[in-house]
């Protein structure tokens, strides 16, 4: 601790900014941000001064009060003015906020060197030091709220005359710092990822700082704002916090360096018993009950509630965490976690995840420091009380059964389920678990998604639906690896190739299809030691094939309106697309599914100043975007030729009827297989047993027949099918 010191009161309120660092020629308010709503402000008449000392009212200079033309003294009571003050229209009315009303008005408050806006309601706000307050506020009963004169507001930037150990880093996805990352008010999870994965490209890496740091100045004396419309209430600690405009704060412990992103279209709040230090959060944004967090970032849309710690973090867009603890970790949109006992710590995870009750990802002291991590595929869910050892990493939509993993695992297998069988070393996977167990799971997320995503700006592009160029990748490469495999078992002696190996398991694995057969393999390469059996390769390798045509028609449809267009216009745009640039590895950006290629752009223009600002780098993320729909329709066009041996350039219009055909009956199988899932709910007779009749259980559960993704899901399907019939019988 430091020494308390003592000074001169006559410089209370002066010398907030060095004269080193002021100008020549300019005052030492130079730096005071202009409230653009005031256009002129006027010194008290002594009528007002004679009003407001009557009302037990101090100020150390009444000369360096300004007012507007409609101030009135009257409705400003017990007051301590230090510095320069500016106060806007005050008009004999009250402001109402969610029950609480309070005179418009200044009460009961100290007040030092602060722009005030128009019929605020500021009452017993203990000291409240450099801020700029906008219209219609409410500020009550705060203890302390000061803006200092370095203020940086949570970005990763210095300010003149502050060393560089003070600056702060966001240290995702290793405890070790070595993907640690700059916080600034604009980042979404796409520039922390290109910035915390790319760590062997130095000049990449200067880059990104020079252009955060590019984008904020170096002086001192910024003020602290709070947005019009604003309601603070019950604080203790405010320092160095921009507060956006529609704003609620009630009730937290403390807030430093911070920037609240708020507005009245997507409106922040922050709840009761919050300890929230050097962080920046994302407009819309909800965090109450209790939470900690120090060094992170909250996207758009995103909640953190109920004790919640979240420490070094990044937490993308329209994410909810809940009691549980999130050290060092990147995570992209749609996250869930929702317990007390679980713990994710180390992790890089690529969204649309659900971490379970008990699940502790963290286990990473497995070397000499604190150096292990996780990487996890958008869709990871591991199950009750699992745990990992780092270094592991998993493909996309993986699910994990309840377990004690004692070794890393390397998880290459998408849409699996991966558990331990007692009686053997090794774990157990079965690809494509989700598409034939558990329909209803990866279609409800993918529609609770869309329904989730409440952002009303969306700087983030996302791709939610399960199956897209990342994800169909992992496919492709699993059947390969899945035909290697089936060539090794069966050909042990021979030292083959592995374009030979992958010929022989191929014709292996249809035969087997063919006779209605499946056999188990052994994959060494998925977990350190013991590796894995694959069970039921070759029902997952049909229904990967299956699932790939229908991704093809899926993108058809997206681009093509085939209420209007013709078979024949569709198959000659297929074989002219075939003409156009291919792009076979995929990056999740963030939530974004890009090429390999179009990211190595970005990050040589970064370097070569093309891109020169994260406005521009967002923006182009943004063409990107643009043009996703038809690259995605080029890959999916080249994954059904290379899985399902076809070349679209030799498809007649009865080859392309014929995929639209199928197209309808795996859509048909979806919906079946969804419905089939949740009906068990109510056959089973183990649930069934808490009620005494079936109007009972309707009663608690509701009836499957009022179930909205259901219902959605069996429109959708009808829809589907009706226009695909139109289309290819339409001359």
Not at 137 to 145: G, H, K, P, S
Not at 383 to 411: C, P, Q, R, T, W
Not at 571 to 588: D, G, Q, R, V
Request: proline share 2%.
């Amino acid at each position: 601790m430091s020494d308390v010191k003592m000074y001169p009161i006559e410089q209370f309120s002066i010398n907030f900014v060095n004269e080193s660092a002021i100008p020549a020629g300019e005052s030492k308010y130079y730096y005071r941000n202009p409230n653009a709503g005031h256009k002129f402000f006027r010194n008290l008449e002594a009528s007002e001064i004679e009003t407001l000392v009557k009302n037990n009212n101090f100020a150390e200079n009444w000369n360096e009060i300004f007012v507007s033309k409609e101030f009135n003294a009257n409705c400003v009571i017990n007051n301590e003015f230090f510095g320069k003050v500016l106060i806007g229209k005050l008009s004999e009315n009250y402001l109402e906020y969610n029950d609480l009303k309070l005179p418009v008005g200044i009460y009961n408050s100290t007040i030092i060197s602060c722009e005030i806006g128009d019929n605020v309601s500021i009452r017993n706000a203990n000291y409240l030091s450099h801020y700029i307050v906008g219209n219609n506020c409410i500020l009550f009963n705060i203890d302390e709220m000061i803006t200092s004169d370095r203020s940086k507001f949570g970005n990763g930037i210095l300010k003149e005359g502050e060393e560089e150990e003070v600056r702060i880093w966001i240290e995702v996805g290793n405890e070790n710092g070595g993907r640690k990352i700059l916080p600034f008010d604009k980042i979404i999870t796409a520039d922390a990822y290109i910035w915390s994965k790319y760590r062997d490209d130095k000049e990449l890496l200067a880059k990104l700082a020079e252009i955060t740091n590019n984008g904020y100045s170096k002086k001192r004396g910024y003020y602290g704002l709070v947005g019009s419309n604003s309601v603070i209430k019950h604080c203790r600690i405010i320092k160095d916090v921009n507060i956006g405009e529609y704003c609620y704060i009630k009730g937290a412990n403390k807030l430093k360096n911070l920037t609240i992103n708020s507005s009245k279209l997507e409106p922040t709040q922050i709840g009761e018993g919050v300890e929230l230090v050097n962080g920046i959060i994302g407009f819309s944004a909800k965090i109450f009950y209790g939470c900690k967090a120090v060094r992170f970032v909250t996207g758009r849309n995103t909640q953190v509630k109920y004790g919640a710690r979240l420490l070094n973090s990044i937490l993308g867009d329209n994410s909810t965490v809940s009691c549980c603890e999130l050290l060092n970790n990147l995570i992209f949109p749609f996250h869930e976690q929702h317990h007390n006992t679980s713990f994710l710590i180390a992790a890089t995870v690529l969204g649309q995840s659900n971490i379970a009750a008990g699940a502790t990802i963290g286990s990473n002291h497995n070397s000499r420091s604190a150096d292990g991590e996780v990487l996890a595929g958008r869709g990871f869910w591991p199950g009750l009380s699992s745990d990992f050892k780092h270094n592991s990493k998993f493909a996309s939509f993986v699910l994990i059964s309840k377990g004690s993993y004692a070794y890393e695992m390397n998880v290459t297998y998408p849409f699996s389920l991966v558990f331990q069988n007692k009686s053997d070393e090794a774990i157990q996977i079965i690809p494509a678990y989700w598409f034939i167990y558990n329909m209803y799971a990866i279609e409800r997320n993918l529609y609770k998604f869309a329904n989730r995503d409440k952002r009303k700006i969306k700087i983030q592009n996302i791709e939610s639906e399960y199956l897209a160029p990342d994800t169909v990748s992992e496919i492709i490469k699993s059947i390969d690896r899945i035909y290697v495999l089936a060539g090794e078992s069966i050909n042990k002696t021979d030292n083959l190739t592995q374009d030979e190996y992958l010929k022989i398991g191929k014709e292996y694995i249809r035969n087997l299809a063919l006779e209605n057969k499946d056999i188990e393999l052994k994959d060494k390469e998925c977990m350190k030691k013991y590796g894995a059996k694959i069970l039921r390769p070759v029902k997952a390798v049909c229904y990967f094939e299956k699932m790939i045509l229908y991704f093809l028609v899926k993108n058809i449809v997206n681009i093509y309106d085939i209420a209007t267009i013709r078979l024949k216009e569709v198959l000659e745009e297929l074989k002219s697309l075939k003409k156009t640039k291919l792009y076979l590895n995929w990056i999740n950006l963030g939530g974004q599914i890009v090429s390999q290629e179009d990211l190595e752009d970005i990050k040589k223009d970064i370097k070569n100043d093309k891109l020169t600002n994260w406005d521009e780098i967002h923006e182009r993320y943004n063409d990107l975007w643009k043009k996703y729909p038809k690259d995605k329709l080029r890959f999916s066009i080249y994954a059904f030729e290379t899985i399902l041996d076809k070349n679209v350039d030799l498809f007649t219009e009865e080859d392309l009827k014929k995929l639209f055909e199928d197209a309808v009956l795996i859509k048909k199988f979806i919906y079946s297989a969804c419905y089939d899932v949740k009906k068990k709910d109510y056959a089973d007779s183990y649930r069934k047993m808490l009620y005494d009749n079936e109007e009972e259980m309707i009663a608690v559960i509701g009836d499957i027949k009022d179930n909205d993704f259901l219902i959605y899901l069996e429109k959708e399907t009808g829809e589907f099918e009706n226009a695909v019939k139109n289309f290819i019988n339409r001359e």
